[in-house]
């Protein structure tokens, strides 16, 4: 999807670029907060440009915790460590418990948006792991 056609689909807006975690993206990310932060439930507007995706990452949670992703513009993917990536499109919904190794990002020829809600929790915390190789990445779409 190119970014006209995103644009227009993406409802959230593409917020401000994601600096804050741009160590954590392979590509450009941006950022719109929906919701205060710090207070959970936590609601945010991710974009990802073209290619980018996050690193593996685990939310930690000693109960309750994790994240449900809402999936609002574009094509994206979610994978979980050991299992085949998942396909995102609007209207799709990813309920990822606490303590699973993951990673979300865009196709290689889409912009893609979701809504990201950290979920409440008992000692919760974001574990940010090793980066997607091009590799792991090239595998989604086979």
């Known amino acids: 999807m190119d970014r006209e056609d995103f644009d227009r689909q993406n409802i959230f807006g593409l917020g401000a670029e994601n600096t804050a975690y741009a160590q954590y993206f392979i590509g450009k990310s941006y950022l719109n907060p929906l919701t205060t932060a710090g207070k959970a439930p936590f609601f945010a507007n991710v974009t990802f440009e073209p290619g980018c995706r996050n690193n593996w990452h685990i939310h930690r949670a000693k109960s309750g915790g994790g994240q449900i992703l809402l999936c609002v513009a574009g094509s994206g993917w979610y994978r979980e460590w050991g299992k085949p990536a998942i396909s995102l499109n609007p209207g799709d919904v990813v309920e990822i418990p606490a303590n699973v190794k993951h ?13 990201a809600v950290e979920m409440p929790g008992e000692e919760t915390s974001n574990e940010w792991l090793e980066a997607v190789t091009d590799e792991e990445y090239a595998e989604t779409g086979r």
């Open 103 to 115: 990673w979300h990002g865009a196709k290689k020829d889409s912009w893609f948006s979701h809504v």
